[in-house]
């Protein structure tokens, strides 16, 4: 070993001998020699040296070429490092500041590029064009996150879906950062330090992570009423999403459009997937958690790199002053939402998400998303939450990347041209020629100079009023919209969101807090409060919070609110597992392959061993995933493609008897081949709709693309 490595150096510095250039790696490779064939049975291998010639040169930050990547400069064979290797240093100092410091919401995210095509123009409502120029790809950069979790934390946690949408338009970037449920906690962006201190870990402890569920959030909830609306969201199946391909997505607040004339529209964005909506059952979740943390990433990054594209409908709900006006709540206040069968979606255009990223850090991390930005046509309203946000992402961005030039950033830069006054600054990319910095000037004949007719103008809107410290009464109702929500709900989403109240409120270990959320619920319905107070274990009456609104129980329940009163019947992009052991019918997985690529679902065999199972007819069914780390919480549907004396072996496994049960309990549609008896009666399946034995794998596919089987879960299920 020691001679063959020679060998290559000695080649090494023979070849770049012919490069004037590397003069100074051979002389280096001749000086180190001594030192080098000591370490050639350690880990200087020859594999990591430009044996070949077919890798470019490893190079030092300013282009240097690197002679030696694996052993510091010492003095002597065994004595201390030399603070003269630079190249040790650098390297090390640069490891040193690799981390930026995370968002301090939605820390953990992931991004994708795409485009958006707009189909129907807005002519007349807003003069943006991207509102009017029909058919042209406007590129997107998109990153969907979590709120409350750190970095590192789990995608499946039960939480607000981040749905970001940076537009790099002719006219300049737009921002649209949203999130997946359309409404908020809050009314007023002075509150959201302490919302967010409080969902976040608990500040002594430094824990719980990425979980609503603890002392310090519900105490601050149920000092909130404002919060309940998005309570009641928050604790749906919106907070579990299947995949981030299969989310809604909202700008929330009440946006305006600006037409040529100056006229303005009330606009709420919304974004709606191709795939429809799916969520997760919360037992599904916190496994899912554990069998995967990078569940959702993993999923939509899968997609992406298939070709199977994610794509939404991008929709507006246009409104003018004299239809805000009409209802009791205030459009301005964003714990609010108008149904859509009162004001319905019309779709503008179609956003598709078809590149993965390149590098994380570079762009996902890096991508800098501030309300601020708009295009001239797009403009603000007052909501007393927007105003605030308009100035924290700026803000959050510069200490996030350092400097007042992260626009610069590739990621962020926008994809028309840049002229401005703004000069200098922490890592300035761009070369600023001339000598005219200020304005207005008379030295630099192309200088860049505003333009009123092009540029952004804010609508003017007539302002009165003393200047104070106030919450305006049209605020004031925060049940009704709550109450309206959870009675637009299925039964199913009703049990869910009862269920989820009792898990959250179960952790939490003071019971004062608990009580006084059950006190803010009794003023949405008694109903919902007795049910949770009984899942509580809760003695004694509920005592309902002090409320000076009461609820309005007449608003029309809103079917548009509901995910399974609207699911898609379709098991595209979904995912089956197949479970096969020693002695199963290839044909079976073959036909099950064939039928879900058909479907355009995705398809992965699990077996006992990842190598494969040997197959009935004596030959290797090769496996995708092993059995314990593919539980069945991975897939929407699963097939026990088992022989009798493969289901009996099985039987003795609990991971596989796991997998079968959770599948059953988790109301999922399971396939099984006749033999795999033994097996689902390990694991208590009990036949219904949901149970298909021995049918072919198109019967299969097209019952699970159905959904789930609902009546099974008060079988299965004694939570609520
Ligand atoms: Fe954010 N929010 N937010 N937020 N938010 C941030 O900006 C903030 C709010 C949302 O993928 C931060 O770049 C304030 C509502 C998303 O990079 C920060 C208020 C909605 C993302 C910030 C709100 C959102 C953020 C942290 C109350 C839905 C991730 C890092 C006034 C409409 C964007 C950053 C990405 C991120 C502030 C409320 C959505 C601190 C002050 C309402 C999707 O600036």
Redesign the pocket.
């Known amino acids: 070993m020691a001679d063959k490595t020679r060998k290559s150096r000695t080649e090494i510095a023979n070849k770049d001998a012919a490069k004037p250039e590397n003069q100074d790696v051979k002389l280096t490779n001749q000086g180190q020699k001594a030192s080098l064939e000591d370490h050639t049975t350690g880990n200087a291998g020859e594999t990591h040296q430009n044996a070949g010639g077919t890798h470019p040169p490893m190079t030092a930050q300013t282009g240097a070429i690197i002679s030696d990547d694996e052993n510091s400069l010492r003095a002597g064979r065994r004595g201390p490092t030399l603070l003269e290797d630079h190249l040790l240093i650098e390297k090390i100092q640069h490891f040193d500041h690799e981390r930026i410091p995370e968002?301090?919401?939605?820390a953990r995210?992931f991004g994708a590029h795409g485009y958006f095509k707009l189909a129907t123009p807005l002519k007349g409502i807003s003069r943006a064009a991207i509102f009017n120029e029909v058919g042209v790809e406007v590129p997107v950069f998109v990153?969907f996150?979590t709120v409350a979790g750190n970095e590192g934390s789990t995608d499946m946690a039960r939480d607000v879906r981040?749905?970001?949408v940076k537009f790099y338009t002719k006219e300049g970037n737009w921002d649209l950062?949203?999130?997946n449920i359309p409404v908020?906690f809050?009314q007023d962006?002075i509150k959201?330090p302490d919302l967010v201190h409080a969902v976040k870990q608990e500040p002594d402890r430094g824990f719980p992570q990425a979980a609503s569920a603890h002392d310090s959030f519900w105490d601050f909830a149920s000092l909130m009423p404002e919060a309940t609306h998005m309570l009641m969201w928050a604790m749906s199946d919106r907070a579990i999403p299947r995949s981030l391909r299969m989310i809604e997505g909202?700008?929330?607040?009440t946006y305006r459009l600006i037409n040529e004339e100056g006229k303005a529209t009330f606009v709420k964005f919304h974004w709606r997937p191709k795939l429809g909506m799916q969520s997760v059952v919360w037992d599904e979740a916190l496994k899912i958690s554990g069998a995967d943390p990078d569940f959702h990433r993993r999923d939509l990054w899968n997609a992406i790199a298939e070709g199977n594209f994610p794509e939404w409908e991008f929709c507006v709900q246009l409104f003018d002053e004299d239809f805000a006006n009409k209802f009791d709540f205030d459009v301005l206040d964003?714990t609010k939402l108008i149904p859509e069968e009162i004001l319905p979606l019309k779709v503008v255009g179609t956003m598709v998400l078809n590149r993965n990223v390149d590098n994380f850090f570079a762009e996902t991390e890096q991508?800098?998303?501030c309300v601020r930005n708009i295009v001239p046509g797009v403009d603000f309203s007052n909501d007393p939450?927007?105003q605030?946000?308009i100035f924290?992402?700026l803000?959050?961005?510069i200490t996030?990347l350092g400097g007042p030039n992260f626009n610069q950033i590739p990621v962020n830069a926008p994809k028309c041209p840049v002229m401005h006054m703004q000069r200098d600054g922490h890592m300035q990319m761009s070369l600023q020629k001339g000598r005219v910095n200020y304005s207005p000037s008379s030295l630099q004949a192309d200088s860049p100079r505003p333009d009123p007719t092009k540029g952004l103008v804010s609508y003017a809107e007539p302002m009165q009023g003393s200047k104070m410290k106030i919450r305006s009464e049209t605020f004031a109702d925060h049940f009704s919209q709550a109450y309206q929500f959870f009675y637009s709900q299925t039964e199913t989403e009703q049990n869910h969101i009862i269920s989820a109240f009792i898990f959250e409120l179960s952790k939490v270990e003071t019971k004062a807090v608990r009580e006084r959320m059950v006190g803010q619920l009794a003023n949405v319905d008694s109903k919902i409060a007795t049910r949770v107070a009984a899942g509580l274990g809760m003695q004694g009456a509920i005592e309902p919070q002090p409320t000076t609104v009461k609820v309005r129980t007449d608003l029309k329940p809103s079917p548009a609110l509901s995910i399974l009163g609207k699911a898609k019947k379709t098991f595209e992009g979904r995912k089956v597992g197949c479970l096969i052991a020693d002695g199963s019918d290839a044909g079976v997985v073959q036909s099950l392959r064939s039928a879900a690529k058909k479907a355009n679902a995705d398809f992965a065999v699990v077996a006992p061993k990842v190598g494969g199972a040997v197959g009935g007819d004596g030959k290797v069914i090769e496996a995708d995933m092993q059995l314990a780390g593919a539980a069945s919480v991975l897939f929407d549907a699963v097939y026990v493609a088992v022989s009798d004396q493969g289901a009996k072996t099985l039987a003795k496994e609990a991971a596989a008897v796991g997998w079968v049960h959770d599948a059953f309990a988790h109301c999922k549609v399971i396939g099984a081949t006749a033999g795999a008896k033994p097996l689902l009666d390990a694991a208590g399946v009990v036949a219904d709709a949901g149970v298909v034995v021995g049918g072919d794998a198109n019967a299969f596919l097209s019952t699970a693309a159905n959904g789930r089987i609902w009546d099974r879960e008060p079988k299965v299920k004694t939570t609520y």
């Open positions: 968002r301090i919401v939605h995210g990153r996150s981040g749905f970001a950062v949203g999130n908020f809050i962006a959201f909202f700008g929330v607040h964003a991508s800098a998303f939450l927007l605030g946000r924290s992402y803000d959050t961005q996030r």
